[in-house]
């Protein structure tokens, strides 16, 4: 079973900057990537970016240039530094993985989600 425990959430003033960090544990045999997805009320779960486990990122257009993402693939752990956060950036934010387990079925697992207000 794999475990996602994500941190880094709060309030911020638009224009401030906010860091999550999701760190992955049980066991598995390895992850391909991991991304972040938020979910504002009302609305559905949208990406924000992924990277895989080779480096590669990919971004939602909404917060290119303003969040970036980045990956610790000894510390299994993946982070969000968002700068420029704007109203409309409130969500709960969430951790994803996408790996291999032992028994070599595929996993996609999810963290418990942590709350971003943006004031105006």
């Known amino acids: 079973q794999v475990q996602l425990v994500e941190s880094g959430g709060g309030l911020v003033q638009a224009g401030g900057s906010l860091r999550l960090s999701c760190a992955a544990s049980g066991s598995f045999f390895s992850i391909s990537g991991m991304g972040w997805y938020r979910q504002a009320p009302g609305k559905q779960r949208e990406l924000v970016a992924q990277i895989s486990s080779a480096g590669n990122t990919n971004y939602a257009n909404s917060v290119k240039g303003r969040f970036t993402i980045s990956g610790d693939n000894a510390k299994r752990a993946v982070y969000l530094q968002m700068n420029n956060l704007k109203p409309e950036d409130t969500a709960v934010y969430y951790c994803?993985?996408?790996?291999?387990?032992?028994?070599?079925?595929?996993?996609?697992?999810w963290g418990q989600g942590t709350q971003v207000t943006v004031s105006s």
């Open positions: 994803n993985a996408d790996g291999v387990l032992y028994t070599l079925q595929d996993f996609s697992s």
